[in-house]
């Protein structure tokens, strides 16, 4: 590669767009971002607005382009982040028929039971790489199939997010990959390609599913009207990228087996790369394409790791979130500050962060939070930091069945996302897992990795590889303390042996029931 250039990718969320313009050094020179809604047309449905995220993803380009500086023309590419498991109907122009079904709707409990009866969880495991899960496409697709007929008769492709915005975008090829479908649940994840035999199972033409390609591939470059639109140049290249967390991968450097990185943000994701599918007969991890063609990641989830953090801010931190603002300071911060004075462990005060259940490596949908321990001893700074501890407790529990799985442990961790910018926790998590974990540069790794691919998929390096040795730079290591990491072994055994006592008790389920019959619509 010769001189330095200047390249953009896009991020496009569940709650919000980053559209980040990077250099090939991995230098960035700005981002913007803009929010956008979901709907909920009914208790435990999910909607987006698709033409409504677009025209935020335009707002953003606008801006950073004005922010920086940056002449449009001056950009050599553009790659794509979104969102995984969120699909919509389109037709033959490629205009949504309806807005799009988003990864964490809930409609699909029936079709979910009908699955387990008529294939079976070790079967979809078999064909799929993730256990069986009601927060996949596939049910939802089988809800379409049942309840929406109409509505799929005159659909002429299910798209998920990437897909339609390339598309927006002037994409003349239309493709999906399987890098950005492991939470579909609808891949055969030994050859990479939709299942004909999911597809048959639930009778979904299989016409009406885009043909599976790689990622990091040029698919167009940017039409007049998205030139208009977004600010970018005409004529720009335009290249698939993957899913998100497989992008944060690729953002981090994790391109070979024993890499791993943990973003910790509204949800906590492990993503660790491997060159070969590994056996998991226990079901504990999920498994599906990397950013990487022809490559396999394996991944953990945490869905409320972020959440908990905020609605701690939320409910429990007016005084913070008041001084923060007359300070000019993150509420967040403060809240840190006060954690950071509480002890190690909390004084055996434990914080369940399972807001809306339990995913790696349990999968326990009615799983609750909640805490144990307390007592007249404890004060907001110990709770503060106990939810900040839990999280880590959970994601460890995902480091262990990844590690199990792998068969060794990992040569390194990296941290990245929103929860890597704070100095507590990630000397927390260095803890709490007893080895070193990496921070890198750029944090921000999601749009980062969706930058680097579409830098690769439009020729600006020679391969993903390459653009990670230019564009990534871990710089530090945070190391455990030896300490602090035996008190919280102790604190992990009585995290983890309470949440399965609970579980096998079938206590969340209780409490679910009785939620539900008294306060559900």
Known sequence: MGSRKLLAGIDAGTTGTTVMIADTDGNIIGTAYREYPCSFPHPGWVDQNMELMWMRICEASNEVIAKTGVRPEEISSLGFSSQRGTFVCVDKD????????????GRAGAQLKWIKENLGDDRFHDITGVPLFGLWSYAKMKWLVDRRPDLLAKTHLIL??????LHKFGADE???????LTLNGMLDVAS?????????????????????????????????QASVESGFAEGMPICVGAGDQQ??????????EGLAEITIGTASVMVAHIDSRKPD????????????????????????????????????AQVEMQSAAQLGLDAYDLISAQAAKAPVGCKGYIFFPFFTGQVTPYYVDNARGGAIGLSLIHDRAMMARSIMEGGAFEIRM????????????????????????????????????????????????????????GAAGAGVFGSVEEAVGSMVHPFDFVEPNKANHEIYNDVFDVFKSTFLALKNADVFDKIAEVQNKHWGD
């Open 94 to 105: 490629l205009n949504p028929l309806a807005d799009s079904i988003v990864w964490s709707c």
């Open 281 to 316: 007969p226990k079901h504990l991890v999920l498994i599906g394409g990397s950013g990487i063609p022809h490559k396999w990641d394996m991944e953990g989830l945490a869905f409320a790791t972020g959440v908990c953090l905020r609605w701690w801010r939320d409910t429990y």
């Open 174 to 180: 239309i493709c999906s990959d399987p890098a950005s």
């Open 192 to 224: 990479l390609d939709w299942s004909r035999e999911l597809c048959e199972l639930i009778n979904l033409p299989m016409e009406k599913l885009p043909p599976m390609k790689t990622p990091a591939r040029q698919v167009g470059v940017i039409s007049k």
């Open 160 to 165: 998920n997010g990437q897909e339609f915005f």
């Open 247 to 256: 992008c944060a991968a690729i953002g981090a450097g994790v391109i070979r």
């Open 398 to 453: 995902i480091v262990d069945a990844m590690e199990e799985v792998l068969g060794k442990p990992f040569d390194s961790i990296r941290l990245s996302g929103g929860g890597a910018k704070s100095p507590l926790w990630n000397q927390i998590q260095a803890d709490v897992y007893g080895r070193p974990v990496e921070r890198l540069r750029v944090s921000e790794c999601t749009t980062l990795g969706a930058t680097i691919l």
